[in-house]
């Protein structure tokens, strides 16, 4: 038997390992960027989900011409505003013949309806304690020109702990995978290093430093990690675009396809990618850089 036949099956075991490493690690970083983009997701709706929150701010008759409108557009420029829309009296009549069918004003002989404006806070306001210095704060300053201020605060007070409970909840699950996920790609980097236990220990034995001989290993699983987190991260945008075209994310689309949410789940994926097969190689290394030579037959 010649020399290149012996080493055939030997390279097709490493060229098999390395793929083997690669593709685990793959699956996992896929899962963790899965993880990502769930919970950036989560977060987003929930964003949009508070800011659906009104508040209905009543002109008064005493009101000067053109308040309601100036009072939109000062409303625009308070940091706890997304928005404020102004309704005339004709807007807002022209609604509700809509819904009745039927117009108040021909039998009533005038428009019943006031001018209001409809203030959108912004999600980080969206909150009864927050609301309240708010409302007092625009009565104030309108005065006799406001009023009724309305607004449905028990709703607010079941969005706020229906979310809360959300977040606990899906806190606590993310924590649970990534540590599954770390277990997983721990164990599968200490089986690659377990085949080379004895080369660990006979370079020790020669005389090579500890990081000498940690060094190629950790810097190997470091390049596995980011083969893997390139092709999770392709995986993912492949799922992505499949998703968008079927129309299946339309909800959450616009709300990642932002640089920031982009930037947390590649930088989540590749941290990992390299970070943990780096501590588990790191780790595995000593586990066999400690033991006598005579142990490792048994392990």
Sequence with gaps: MSSSQIQKPKRRKFIGAKFTTTLSITLVLFVIGLMAVG??????LTKVFREQFIISIDISEAAAPGYGAKLAKDLKKQKYTKDAIYISADSALTVLTDQLGENPEAFLGYNPLLPSVELQLDADYAHSDSIAPIV???????GASIGNIEYDSPLIDVINKNVRKFAIALTVLVVL????????IGNTVRIAMYANRFLIKTMQLVGATNWFIRRPLIYQNIGYGLIASVIALAALAGLGWYGMS???FDAVADLLLHPLPIAII???????GIL??????????????????DDLYLM
């Design 39 to 44: 919970g950036l997701a989560a977060a987003s």
């Design 136 to 142: 007092k704060s625009i009565k104030a300053k309108g």
């Design 177 to 184: 995978l990534i540590l599954i996920c770390i277990s997983l």
């Design 246 to 248: 079927q129309g299946a």
């Design 266 to 272: 590649v930088g989540s994926v590749v941290i990992s």
């Design 276 to 293: 943990i097969p780096a501590f588990a190689a790191w780790t595995s290394v000593d586990k066999y850089l400690n033991r006598k030579k």
